[in-house]
Nanobody, 128 residues
């Protein structure tokens, strides 16, 4: 069993930055694929980024959606069992509830059904 707890959301002006954290407990996250998703009101949950470790932090495979590529960065701290989503140059269209997810059999990692565990979500609001 894995528990995921997100934090770091909030209100920020366009062009600003936020760093989201996803603390995992129950099992070390390096054995899982981890994904960041977001869901805006009235829209489907969409992938933001995916990271899959190949047994060590030195060999992660990372994917970013086109909408955030170059602005968002996924990183991790294996000692803290925490994954981060650094969000820079935020835009009003980035406003959503952000979720982290973990799955033991992640393939592409871009669809919600590949994940077994989800956090509760954290609200990110970007004002224009």
């Amino acid at each position: 069993q894995v528990q995921l707890v997100e934090s770091g959301g909030g209100l920020v002006q366009a062009g600003g930055s936020l760093r989201l954290s996803c603390a995992a407990s129950g099992r070390t996250f390096s054995t899982y694929g981890m994904g960041w998703f977001r869901q805006a009101p009235g829209k489907e949950r969409e992938v933001v980024g995916v990271v899959r470790w190949s047994g060590s932090w030195s060999g992660p495979r990372i994917y970013y959606s086109d909408s955030v590529k170059g602005r968002f960065t996924i990183s991790g701290d294996t000692a803290k069992n925490t994954v981060y989503l650094q969000m820079n140059s935020l835009k009003p269209e980035d406003t959503a509830v952000y979720y982290c997810a973990a799955g033991s059999h992640v393939n592409s990692g871009t669809t919600t059904d590949e994940y077994d565990y989800w956090g509760q979500g954290t609200q990110v609001t970007v004002s224009s």
